[in-house]
């Protein structure tokens, strides 16, 4: 499991280190989010 601080931009313009991309098998255009509150 990989676990990184996800910075974001003005506008909610979520940026994603390339590691994580890699490790979740996501691809340029593609959004998959979860979140949990607390």
Do not use: F, T
Not at 5 to 10: E, G, I, P, Y
């Amino acid at each position: 499991m990989v676990k990184v601080v996800l910075k974001v931009r003005k506008k909610g313009v979520l940026i994603l280190p390339k590691p994580l991309r890699e490790a979740a098998g996501i691809g340029e255009g593609e959004v998959s989010a979860e979140a949990r509150e607390g």
